[in-house]
């Protein structure tokens, strides 16, 4: 079984396109929706984060507050680098435990990993695609879904790889720009996941 991973900036679609190739019969594990298991009250990892940051990072409910957690490390490199030595290790071995799970027959598994590149993950994967659109749309994309202000979200994709950076590094480039109709970019994915098979088939 290959494995993929699928990353690019924030607002770029990467769920959208998570999605497309769930939609062809395509296991998909997401990194986010798997952090956010470990760290709901009762699970090692929540209890960690709460013990080195403190109860100010939690709601009214006892749940992580994401946003409070997010202040607390968006401009400390020491506290992100903390928090990253929590977070990564115990997600990356829940993805393993997943993808062990898989059956032997599968050509291929994507797991969709935000900042895969920023965390080094990418010798842990066969193949890398990034999901690309202009950071004037990526603005616009997370303003409406989050309500954030648009210094926050550039502060967001300013601190995240560039753009070009990303494209390079990656094997594939799934193009999500305004112009791209959502026909256009179910084929940009049908084209991927043939590829991603072909390429299973070459291997064995």
Not at 84 to 94: M, N, S
Request: overall charge negative; aromatic content about 4%; charged content about 25%.
């Amino acid at each position: 079984m290959l494995r993929v991973g699928l990353t690019g900036g924030i607002g770029c679609g990467k769920s959208r396109v998570g999605t497309l190739f769930s939609s062809l019969g395509v296991p998909v594990l997401d990194a986010d929706t798997i952090t956010r298991e470990l760290q709901a009250p009762g699970h090692t990892l929540h209890a960690a984060i709460v013990h080195h940051f403190g109860p100010g990072v939690l709601d009214a409910r006892g749940h992580l507050d994401r946003g409070a957690l997010r202040s607390k490390v968006f401009t400390d490199p020491g506290e992100r680098q903390v928090l990253e030595g929590l977070v990564h290790p115990a997600v990356r071995a829940t993805i393993e435990e997943r993808l062990a799970q898989l059956p032997n027959d599968t050509p291929y598994a994507l797991v969709v990993v935000p900042l895969l590149f920023e965390a080094g993950w990418e010798t842990h994967f066969d193949h890398v695609i990034v999901v690309d659109c202009d950071p004037s749309e990526q603005v616009a994309r997370v303003r409406q879904r989050d309500g954030h202000s648009q210094a926050d979200v550039e502060a967001i994709i300013e601190a995240q790889m560039n753009r070009e950076e990303r494209r390079r590094r990656a094997d594939r480039t799934i193009h999500n720009t305004g112009t791209i109709t959502d026909t256009e970019l179910a084929q940009q994915v049908a084209d991927c996941d043939a590829a991603l098979r072909r390429l299973h088939n070459q291997a064995f």
